[in-house]
């Protein structure tokens, strides 16, 4: 009877359990009306600009980014930041002897500058320019000071690889979503149908805010350059307090090196606060990206949103230049696909806003650079107060000082004893 009772008691339990769940993934709703209200929050976006400020953080890095924008207008996009960031000495002939053991750069050694950055999308290219504010002004580029510019960090770039979806990856405020088997980036209600998905849980937060957890994952092998992916997990979080907008996402990336080891990735986007736009539209205020991985370590951003505006585009969206004399490189991606190996174009830019000389390859523009204007010396040039002494050079010296003063020493000593026996004498 005892038995009888625990059974039943037992199956009870287990029935009421299995009730409540189906019950809470029922009040969830589906897959697909999840990610029709995420997309809902967009219909009426046409536009958007962003004003920012943020705080990257690596074991190398430190960079503040401050009055930094990002928008996008139909199929173009463009993104400027200014940041405070260091530089690193340009290489000595000791450096390069040290490729295999480099000693690091002592924190003290580095230089900070501020550094700006243009980064605009035309619909089918992407053009990038980085230069350091306080070390160049760009009206008074000369094309004989390339090798100068490249040390100071200054580039300019031209590439096929980004495309309009591929700019909301850099933006703080995710619409579309990356995957690694995707060269684009996808809407949530596509993302959903094209790989395993489902809805995990429905919890409140801290805040007594409700949240709903989407599970999205593939297991299909994506191969890449020098390695492989062999599966990806996307856990997406969605306040519906706040309309349905994104709260938070995990990417987890499942990778095989050439050596058949494997190697775990990590991408996390946290909201700690929202602001209401217009219409029931959240928008976050304070967002923490995180990424750790194997290959390049631990990093952090923090990013600060001062301002959201929708559908008011700004004046001098499509100004954007290269200056004149300018080398500006050009990545050709084949179909724009990153797995497979870009060609690189070599332009020295024109008058016109457009190219005035072009080299297929990095030799011929170098062989026509140093007939002009002679070799790269730039890495070369030591400073005056420190010679580009090498460790076996300076032990070297100290040893051979050290021998010559032993010697002057035992001289001096051999000739005082001398002089002290002939007194005796």
Known sequence: MTKRLLTTLLLTLVVTALTSVSAARADIGTVDEMAQLFEKQWNDVESLRIEYSQLFRSKTTNDNYDGCTWEVVGDRARIIESRQSYIFPPPTKEDEKKKENPEPTPREALKTIEVHSE????????????????????????????????????????????????????????????????????????????????LVSRVKNERAEEIVQLEIKDEVAVKLINARIKSWTLYLSFNLTKGGALSGYQLTIIMEREDKSEAKIINEYYVEDYKQATNGVWFPTNVEMRVHSPFSGSSLVKTRIRSVSINLPSDNFDVFHFPANMVVTEDVWPEGRMDEKQKRLYHIWGDADAPSQTFDNEEAFLSFYEGKFGPDTTGEVADESEKPLGRRARLLIFVGVGFVAIVALFGAALLFTKEKSDEDD
């Open 119 to 198: 980064c605009y999308y035309d619909g089918h290219k992407t053009y990038e320019l980085v230069e350091p504010l306080a070390s160049y002004p760009l009206e008074d580029v000369k094309l004989e000071d390339y090798y100068q510019l490249r040390r100071q960090g200054v580039r300019a770039n031209v590439s096929n690889l980004f495309k309009h979806w591929r700019f909301w990856s850099l933006c703080p405020l995710p619409r579309y979503f990356s995957v690694p088997s995707e060269h684009d980036l996808l809407p949530l209600t596509e993302l959903v149908k094209k790989y395993k998905s489902r």
